[in-house]
T-cell receptor, first 115, second 112 residues
Framework: GAGVSQSPRYKVAKRGQDVALRCDPI?????LFWYQQALGQGPEFLTY????????KSGLPSDRFFAERPEGSVSTLKIQRTQQEDSAVYLC?????????????FGPGTRLTVL | TQLLEQSPQFLSIQEGENLTVYCNSS?????LQWYRQEPGEGPVLLVT?????EVKKLKRLTFQFGDARKDSSLHITAAQPGDTGLYLC????????????FGKGTHLIIQP
């Protein structure tokens, strides 16, 4: 079956522009996670959804970052007024239930470059 | 803040050699996972260890979880070029809703 897909795969933005990154999780997966991976680093947790509810957004680095999952499936991560430090790969992962032993399946990521 | 430190950061060895990479923390995790990530792709889960002292084998890969559930190691026997990649360890605090805490990874290159 289809895995987690993300679009676009690459995004170049001028500083100050708004961007929207899309994640299509595996069908039927309840939980959805967003991570930010800077160059040469491991992924860092941003936010977590269970169905349409955003249960944890403690990892969002500023109020310029906003995520939604209005119908409990597709999710969008929006970054307003992008800054150079926002340049990173943004990874989306989904899991069946989100429990501590539940496998998270990652998408290929969106590489954001802010000029 | 829970931190996972991985070592070495970079490792380049010849095909056929053995290697061990480490993942250490001062915090206790309910489970620890190892992922491999290739360029342009997301991390792919290799194994999850849960019990202190647990050892799991996946073909030529052996994973061990420390007795205190604070550290882990990955040993690869007779490394092959296909093993090349970024190896990440990730800890789960058990809350479920907190996401995973990742280390910075070990960049492994196996030269033919």
């Amino acid at each position: 079956g289809a895995g987690v897909s993300q679009s676009p795969r690459y995004k170049v933005a001028k500083r100050g522009q708004d961007v929207a990154l899309r994640c299509d999780p595996i069908s039927g997966h309840v939980s959805l996670f967003w991570y930010q991976q800077a160059l040469g680093q491991g992924p860092e947790f941003l936010t977590y959804f269970q169905n349409e509810a955003q249960l944890d957004k403690s990892g969002l680095p500023s109020d310029r970052f906003f995520a939604e999952r209005p119908e409990g499936s597709v999710s969008t991560l929006k970054i307003q007024r992008t800054q150079q430090e926002d340049s990173a790969v943004y990874l989306c992962a989904s899991s069946f239930s989100g429990g501590p032993m539940d496998t998270q399946y990652f998408g290929p990521g969106t590489r954001l470059t802010v000029l | 803040t829970q931190l996972l430190e991985q070592s070495p950061q970079f490792l380049s060895i010849q095909e056929g050699e053995n290697l061990t990479v480490y993942c250490n923390s001062s915090s206790v995790f309910s489970s620890l996972q190892w992922y491999r990530q290739e360029p342009g792709e997301g991390p792919v889960l290799l194994v999850t260890v849960v019990t202190g002292g647990e050892v799991k084998k996946l073909k030529r890969l052996t994973f061990q979880f420390g007795d205190a559930r604070k550290d882990s190691s990955l040993h690869i026997t007779a490394a092959q070029p296909g093993d090349t990649g970024l190896y990440l360890c990730a800890g789960d605090s058990g809350g479920g809703a907190d996401g995973l805490t990742f280390g910075k990874g070990t960049h492994l290159i196996i030269q033919p």
